[in-house]
């Protein structure tokens, strides 16, 4: 589906094999996964980090450089959002723009009765949200077909697209993807102009 993905994963002997390394080997890995990966042409380059504010988010905000902005991720419930709290500080001491915060693992529709169960609550995200004054992009529910999906390698946002969940992350993509678009069209135009 042309997208690339790289991860330490794929580089260790076994998928047991424990990472034990200190700041400096993961800022180093890091670099490597950035800098050395023949990438090619790329859309968007997307960083997945662990939650939290340590040396894997804070080295790839100073290889990056300028990057576009953060996504952050939580779900409902307060002991997330506390840490998520402290997710959007950091970005914000970084000075790297916060482009909305994604409330995962909202509700569940469950699969008998169609009804949605609140497993871990919902509406956390976006008050969070509200409260540090960033973007609210949307709620994405559990939904087994996904985590199946991705446990077999499928991009679910195709196969899945009108399930609720698929419906849900198109949602949220859709302003990043915006936000993406708008200075290509102001370069084009800016172009034309000078032709």
């Known amino acids: 589906d042309g997208l ?4 330490i994963a794929f580089l260790l002997p076994e998928c047991d094999t424990a990472v034990i390394w200190r700041g400096p080997m993961k800022a ?3 670099e490597q996964l950035l800098r050395d990966v023949n990438w090619g042409e790329l859309d968007y380059l997307v960083i997945d980090c662990p939650p939290g ?9 100073q290889l990056v450089g300028s990057a576009d902005g953060a996504v952050i991720v939580t779900t409902p419930q307060d002991v997330a959002t506390a840490n998520v709290r402290r997710s959007i500080r950091f970005c914000r001491d970084l000075k790297l723009p916060v482009l909305g915060v994604v409330e995962n693992m909202s509700g569940l529709v469950c699969p008998a009765c169609g009804k949605p169960i609140e497993v871990f609550g919902s509406g956390g995200g976006e008050k969070m949200a509200a409260q540090m004054d960033v973007p609210f992009l949307g709620r994405v529910p559990l939904d087994p077909a996904i985590g199946k999906a ?17 419906q849900a992350m198109a949602r949220v993509i859709a302003p990043l993807v915006e936000l993406s678009e708008a200075p290509a069209r102001h370069d084009r135009s800016e172009r034309r102009r000078s032709e």
């Open 4 to 7: 690339k993905v790289m991860s």
């Open 28 to 30: 180093g890995v890091i």
């Open 53 to 61: 504010t340590g040396d894997e988010p804070l080295s790839v905000c």
């Open 150 to 166: 991705g446990d077999q390698g499928i991009l679910s946002t195709k196969r899945y697209a009108a399930t609720e969940a698929g």
